[in-house]
């Protein structure tokens, strides 16, 4: 349990736990200064990783996502490089930009088996594939053993978050350090919730929908 500085508002401490979520998932792939990291997925937890990821030093962020308006944002969060997979061939800006090498890690945020395949192809030899989003049941990724022993790809999957994560997320947010208010695209009262739960599934620039009772 955390209490909540008076300097901090209840929504913006609604970003403490996804923060800490993806604080954990950093720390646990050992994210490095100057590493290159390419995320799949510009949603809230995309963009907060890119935020995370240019705090922590690495050197190029890239970011992959299917509407222009995330890609927008993710950019104001730190993100270097900006694509759209149906615009652009993401593999090919981060070859152009890591030496031909792909990225140091690669963050899958998006539940698809699509995304994990662009997330394995983008990542370098020796490199790191956090998976970040659960697909649906029933659904499984085929990967070749034999690709995988040379790649020496490690995949490391992260989940939740814990009371360590969650501490430094509000110091963050309480330091100014994540401009975590800007990405509240929308408000409904406590009787909106239904619009409010459709316009987080199928708004096409919608982040984070907050509900407010009062």
Known sequence: TLKIPNEISFEEATFIEPIGCCLRALEK??????DSVAIIGAGVTGILHAALSKILGASKVFVSDLVDYR???????????????????????????????GADLTIVTAPSLEAYKAG??????????????????GKYLQISPKELFFSEIKIIPSYSTSHIETRKALQLIKAGKIRVKELI????KLEEAAEAFKTALEGKESLKVMILNG
């Open 29 to 34: 792939c050992h994210i490095e200064a100057g």
């Open 185 to 188: 695209t929308h408000r409904f």
């Open 120 to 137: 394995l192809n983008v990542c370098r030899k020796g490199g790191k594939l956090c998976i970040f989003a659960p697909t649906d049941p």
């Open 71 to 101: 890609l927008r944002i993710a950019k104001k969060f730190g993100a270097d490089f900006i694509v759209n997979p149906e615009k652009e061939d993401f593999l090919s800006v981060v070859k152009a930009e890591t030496e031909d090498r």
